[in-house]
């Protein structure tokens, strides 16, 4: 079966700069990736998603990359916010989401003001 | 997008004792699914609710243990049997519109074993 390896687990950094996290898969058949944001006591939320045949997405400060060869894909956060603080988790999943999701293990985002 | 309610939010169960939680969406959804997030932790996938047939589990998780119903395009429930103190997660619903489309989590079941 699918296996998403995410890290860093526990990411602290600056207000107003830049938060990666990184995903790896490992099945090829895999072609949906989203990534949820969850916040202490609440239900997960999906802030972006990305399909195999896009290599990127932005949504406002988040984008999403994906490269189909590595099997990696990364979460790019720009310009962050006290109210960015969470767990983020990414999955991954077969059938163009219509398959239930395999997560990451989460990571945990501290933004220091 | 959905609006998705499960009930109940929250128990406290004896151990050997059996409880259903409710997923209830406010528009028929093609895809169900529900999860298990342990204290802590990610989210694992329990099994794909399929409406009108019997549900598919992953690797790990049994009917037996939880039994899974899906009568119509808008309703699921979650049955944990016989539970045991390693039953103490949240128990999470999701739903997606159609094939391609994202899922979308409800507000999970806390469930606590004593």
């Known amino acids: 079966g699918e296996n998403v390896e995410q890290h860093p687990s526990t990411l602290s950094v600056q207000e107003g700069d830049s938060a990666v996290i990184k995903c790896t898969y490992s099945?090829?058949?895999?072609?949906?990736f989203p990534w949820y944001k969850q916040e202490l006591g609440k239900r997960p939320q999906l802030i972006i998603d990305?399909?195999?045949?896009?290599g990127e997405k932005k949504d406002q400060r988040i984008a999403v990359t994906l490269n189909k060869t590595a099997k990696h894909f990364s979460l790019h956060i720009t310009e962050t916010q006290p109210e960015d603080s969470a767990v983020y988790f990414c999955?991954?999943?077969?059938?163009?989401?219509?398959?239930?999701?395999?997560f990451g293990k989460g990571t945990h985002l501290i933004i220091q003001p | 997008s959905a609006v998705i309610s499960q009930k109940p939010s929250r128990d406290i169960c004896q151990r050997g004792t059996s409880l259903t939680i409710q997923c209830q969406v406010d528009?028929?959804?093609?895809?169900m699914f529900w999860y298990r997030q342990q204290p802590g932790q990610s989210l694992t996938l329990i099994a794909t609710?399929?409406?009108?047939?019997?549900?598919?589990?992953e690797s790990g998780f049994v009917i037996d243990k939880f039994p899974i119903s899906r009568p119509n395009l808008t309703f699921s429930t979650l049955t944990v049997s016989n539970m045991s103190p390693e039953d103490s997660s949240i128990y999470l619903c999701?739903?997606?519109?159609?094939?391609?489309?994202?899922?979308?989590f409800g507000d999970g079941t806390r469930l606590s074993i004593l």
């Open positions: 999701s739903v997606a519109g159609g094939n391609h489309q994202p899922q979308h």
């Open positions: 099945d090829s058949a895999s072609n949906y």
């Open positions: 990305i399909r195999s045949n896009v």
């Open positions: 999955a991954a999943a077969r059938g163009g989401g219509a398959d239930g999701l395999t």
């Open positions: 528009s028929q959804v093609t895809m």
């Open positions: 609710a399929n409406q009108g047939s019997e549900a598919t589990y």
